[in-house]
């Protein structure tokens, strides 16, 4: 319908229009001097000493991975409640996913059940910042520390989020994230690494041009991952509004919590008191059996009236039927490798938490271009249904 509520738009202007252009009239369109600037402008906000760009959130964890050493044969830990890319990643350096539960109240990985799941073929943990809700991330670091692990934070739904006074992005051995264009903030498609560790630095800026030092020189395995200069161009502009735009986003989010807290078939997000929200999504959860349809259904009827809601991660990740047909790589790699003597059987996966939680969470409409009245409607059709 026209007078649909979106769930997410782009908030992009003329400025983003003029950096483009400018970028058409130079001539230099990809890996130039816009993608430098972006990088220096983005590891200055996140506070590292690093940024490497890349062509997506998903390039950037593969070349994450891929330069911390991560391989076939290596377990790494990764939450089950998230999007594909996060394992997609994994697979592709022919390392093994292994599912821990999460936080039942913030949906992140919980680090209590990260620990359970530790061997001694552990080599990485990838929290996400899911909904833009920062992890545990102090716990988990020290269970790096005391098992030498990797920890690569996938801030993808984070920009700007802060987990005790700390940017995410910043705490881990890495950050990857996407610029996507419904993301905080966008550069149509794009991705960024950043680090504090030079050695990654360094190899993450190989590996996302073909492995080369020079035009003759391959070193190292490489992939084709480079930004272009019109996605970094965009950026630019954008990460100079995320913080309005982030504090809009948050006064939006705020509101809906707000005036519908006393919805008894709606829960509300848990906000710990130490974290900033990037409020990529309003999370709240459904109590089915109050509202007396499923969460589906709801998602439906909302549409029809005229309220378009996020409702995605239906499933736990260890429950995609590429993982239980253990359709991978020729050969059953990676999941039964010579390199990996372990059985995974992802349809033996029982994590509670996550199966209470998953198909059962909606995200309103929160973006920095609503409207009051626009609010209000939302508001308005949740009330409405009984």
């Not at 979106?6 to 890996?31: N, W």
């Not at 070193?219 to 019109?230: D, F, K, P, Q, T």
């Not at 006393?262 to 974290?275: G, Q, T």
Request: hydrophobic share 40%.
């Amino acid at each position: 319908m026209s007078n649909m509520i979106k769930v997410a738009t782009p908030s992009v202007g003329e400025e983003e229009i003029q950096a483009v252009a400018e970028v058409l009239r130079s001539g230099r369109y990809v890996q130039g001097p816009k993608v430098k600037e972006f990088e220096e402008k983005f590891a200055s906000y996140i506070g590292t000493k690093h940024a490497i760009a890349t062509n997506s959130g998903t390039s950037a964890l593969h070349i994450s991975l891929a330069a911390a050493g991560i391989g076939p044969g290596d377990e790494v830990i990764v939450p089950p409640l998230t999007f594909f890319a996060t394992i997609e990643a994994v697979l592709h350096q022919n390392a093994i996913p292994i599912f821990a539960d999460i936080d039942h109240e913030i949906f992140n990985l919980d680090p209590i059940d990260v620990a359970r799941h530790i061997t001694n073929r552990t080599k990485a943990v990838i929290p996400v910042h899911l909904y833009g809700h920062p992890a545990e991330m102090d716990p988990l670091m020290d269970l790096a520390q005391d098992h030498n692990l990797t920890v690569i934070e996938d801030a993808a739904q984070a920009h700007g989020a802060e987990y005790k006074g700390k940017k995410v992005g910043g705490i881990g051995h890495a950050g990857c994230w996407s610029f996507y264009a419904t993301k905080n903030m966008t550069a149509i498609e794009g991705g960024m690494i950043t680090t504090n560790d030079d050695k990654i630095a360094e190899t993450a800026r190989i590996i996302r041009n073909h492995g080369m030092t020079s035009y003759d020189d391959h070193v190292i395995l490489g992939y084709n991952y480079r930004m272009n200069e019109i996605s970094a161009a965009i950026g630019i502009i954008q990460l100079s509004k995320l913080e309005s735009l982030n504090a809009d986003r948050a006064k939006v989010s705020l509101y809906l919590i707000e005036h519908l807290k006393d919805i008894d078939w709606l829960i509300a997000p848990i906000i710990r008191p130490y974290v900033k929200h990037a409020f990529f999504w309003v999370p709240f959860k459904v109590n089915e059996e109050k509202l007396g349809m499923n969460t589906l259904q709801l998602t439906r009827l909302l549409k029809e009236k005229g309220v378009e809601v996020r409702h995605r991660y239906q499933e736990p990740l260890y429950k995609q039927q590429v993982l239980i047909n253990r359709k991978i790589y020729p050969h059953n790699c990676p999941l039964s490798c010579p390199h990996y003597s372990n059985h995974i059987d992802y349809s033996k996966v029982h994590l509670p938490n996550v199966e209470k939680v998953a198909g059962k969470i909606i995200g309103l409409p929160n973006h920095p271009n609503l409207t009051k009245k626009e609010l209000d409607i939302v508001l308005s059709v949740i009330k409405s249904i009984k």
